[in-house]
């Protein structure tokens, strides 16, 4: 495996349900992004993490909780969600903590929220 | 607060065309900028990263430019493919890890 590998690639829940999407990176990367992007926006950087501490919370609601176990591994648990959540959620990672490294995504998850 | 603009949201050429995809940004204090492609569905792919200290990066039939003092990026594609068709977004780089995106360019390269 190599580069940014992301689960599920597709996921569909109700608005009560539990689910967490999972990112990983091959890449020996410091830092990981969790970006959301809806259609006709930009995307929205949601979370940032580097070496392993959260240094990011882009005003995201509590029903969306990120976790880090360690520099490999990215989790968004998703909790309560509601419809205008439906996106493709992007995960990244970056050798330069600090912003100015080059990014590499992941192919994303596309998440519907019936 | 940083903003990134992409002209033209949609560009269709026939094969062959070098064509240019522009990107304008509101603060001129940036790290660097990247421009990415994104297929229909699928995620980013990074195409060129020009630091702030640099005017321009080339790969293959690709080149963008920098002007930070115009606020301006470039993305020059020579020789267009229909494999070029695709969404081509760009982003500012700045302080505390933040990469701004536009909304991205939609290329369609017709055969």
């Known amino acids: 495996e190599t580069g940014v590998t992301q689960t599920p690639r597709h996921l569909v829940m109700g608005m009560t349900n539990k689910k967490s999407l999972k990112c990983e990176q091959h890449?020996?990367?410091?830092?990981m992004y969790w970006y959301k992007q809806s259609a006709k926006k930009p995307l929205e950087l949601m979370f940032v993490y580097s070496l392993e501490e959260r240094v990011e919370n882009n005003s995201v609601p509590s029903r969306f909780s990120p976790e880090c176990p360690n520099s490999s591994h990215l989790f968004l648990h998703l909790h309560t969600l509601q419809p205008e959540d439906s996106a493709l959620y992007l995960c990244?990672?970056?050798?330069?903590?600090?912003?100015?490294?080059?990014?590499?995504f992941g192919e994303g998850s596309r998440l519907t929220v019936l | 607060k940083q903003e990134v603009t992409q002209i033209p949201a949609a560009l269709s050429v026939p094969e062959g065309e070098n064509l240019v995809l522009n990107c304008s940004f509101t603060?001129?204090?940036?790290?660097?900028l990247q421009w990415f492609r994104q297929d229909p569905g699928k995620g980013l792919t990074s195409l060129l990263l020009?630091?702030?200290?640099?005017r321009e990066q080339t790969s293959g039939r690709l080149n963008a430019s920098l002007d930070k003092s115009s606020g301006r990026s470039t993305l020059y594609i020579a020789a267009s493919q229909p494999g070029d068709s695709a969404t081509y977004l760009c982003?500012?780089?700045?302080?505390?890890?933040?990469?701004?995106f536009g909304t991205g360019t939609l290329l369609a390269v017709q055969p």
């Open positions: 890449l020996g990367h410091n830092a």
């Open positions: 990244a990672s970056s050798q330069d903590p600090t912003g100015a490294g080059e990014l590499f």
């Open positions: 982003a500012a780089g700045g302080a505390t890890n933040k990469l701004i």
């Open positions: 020009i630091q702030s200290s640099q």
């Open positions: 603060d001129s204090a940036i790290y660097n």
